[in-house]
């Protein structure tokens, strides 16, 4: 499969249209239609791309220059949809699929599947995916985003603790499934890769070695490495 890099573009003031825009940087050779059955929750919807940008041609199989195209965000699959970094506090790092150095945080840039996040000392790091969950990263911990491989999840915590709205949750010892909307819930994972859950509001199901307990507001649970979950608290 071809790279793309995406990012978020909104429409400027005035524009005919409100519709939210994220850009695809595609490689000379894709073709519109490559892309739509890729990206597009419905391929056969190509054509509204058109709508939004100047091609060289209508065709759909015609190959492409290297170019950006504007694509309407709700036409996007889901886990290729952008996220925004809507809040950071002292020194907080990102890191893009395939790179090794680390670089600092922008406000509102934006983040995509399988970008890493990186907290040190007395930082914070708040966000937001288009479709709604929102991760708080804190002090000293280190997430990724969207991790590819790893099927409806949205953060891999792979050391220190974070809070979650609806977000939906790995760690290398649980995984954290929101059961209602409104579900908030915080997640650390310990030196031994004990994983602590507290549900603050709602309800979540935590999940490891085959059993399943389901913790309710006001309750937590704790996962050891390599055991199943205690039972709510």
């Given at each position: ?7 978020l573009?909104f429409?400027?003031?005035?524009a005919a249209?409100a519709?939210?825009l ?7 050779g ?16 190509w054509?509204e791309i058109?709508?939004?940008?100047r091609l060289?041609s209508s ?6 220059p ?12 889901e886990?290729?949809?952008?996220a925004k970094l809507v ?16 670089q600092?945080v922008a406000?509102?840039?934006d ?16 966000v937001?995916?288009?479709t709604?969950?929102i ?12 991790p590819?491989?790893r099927?409806?999840?949205d953060?891999?915590?792979?050391a ?5 709205l609806?977000?939906?949750?790995v ?5 954290i499934?929101p059961?209602?909307?409104d579900?908030?819930?915080g997640?650390?994972l310990?030196?031994?890769l004990?994983t ?5 509001k ?11 307990v ?8 704790e ?11």
């Open positions: 499969m071809r790279t793309l890099l995406l990012a573009l429409c400027l003031p005035g249209s519709e939210e994220q850009t695809m940087v595609v490689k000379p894709d073709t519109l239609w490559s892309i739509s059955n890729t990206y597009l929750k419905d391929p056969t919807r054509g058109l709508k939004y940008n060289p065709d759909p199989t015609r190959a492409l290297g170019m950006e195209l504007k694509v309407p965000v709700s036409l996007i699959k886990q290729y949809r952008a809040y950071s506090l002292n020194e907080v790092l990102y890191r893009r699929t395939g790179v090794s150095d680390w600092n406000l509102k840039m983040l995509f599947k399988n970008d890493t996040l990186r907290t040190r000392a007395d930082a914070r790091a708040d937001r995916f288009y709604g969950e991760l708080n990263l804190y002090p000293n911990s280190i997430a990724i985003l969207r590819p491989g099927k409806n999840t953060v891999e915590l792979l220190g603790e974070m809070r979650g609806r977000s939906r949750v760690t290398a010892s649980a995984r499934t059961k209602t909307k579900t908030e819930f997640a650390r310990k030196d031994d004990t602590l859950v507290q549900v603050y709602g309800k979540a199901d935590v999940e490891a070695q085959g059993k399943t389901e913790v309710a507001a006001g309750f937590a649970a996962v050891k490495m390599d055991m199943p979950p205690s039972q709510p608290i």
